[in-house]
């Protein structure tokens, strides 16, 4: 039984920081890509960052150099570390596991190919 489980969020101050936890289980936690995706009110779900088997990353434009996301081995986790939060990053954040990774990186930012979805995280920056 796979599952991912995402911890972390809640109400933050603009200029504050958060730290999301996504737990993996049931399957192989360090095979492909893992990613983080949010859905602010009224618009579509976005990619914000992935992290592939071998350690490489990619982020949308809008996160490079506030957010950063790792794995966390021990606790079989990826982990998107968030600062510097503004209002326009609430949303609902959800973490995604196990796409192939291709050829093209900026395409892990793509909900299309995640085979798995945790149930998702509020983040609310006022």
């Known amino acids: 039984h796979v599952q991912l489980v995402e911890s972390g969020g809640g109400p933050v101050e603009a200029g504050r920081s958060l730290r999301l936890s996504c737990k993996a289980d049931g399957f192989t936690y360090l095979r492909n890509c893992m990613g983080w995706f949010r859905q602010a009110p009224g618009k579509a779900r976005e990619g914000v960052a992935a992290?592939?088997?071998?350690?490489?990353?990619v982020y949308a434009e809008s996160v490079k150099g506030r957010f950063t996301i790792f794995k966390d081995y021990g606790e079989r986790a990826v982990i998107l570390q968030m600062t510097d939060l503004k209002p326009e990053d609430t949303g609902f954040y959800t973490c995604?596991?196990?796409?192939?990774?291709?050829?093209?990186?900026?395409?892990?930012?793509?909900?299309?190919?995640?085979?798995?979805w945790g149930q998702g995280t509020q983040v609310t920056v006022s």
């Open positions: 995604a596991a196990d796409r192939q990774p291709g050829v093209i990186p900026s395409r892990w930012l793509w909900e299309i190919g995640y085979t798995y």
């Open positions: 992290i592939n088997s071998d350690g490489q990353i």
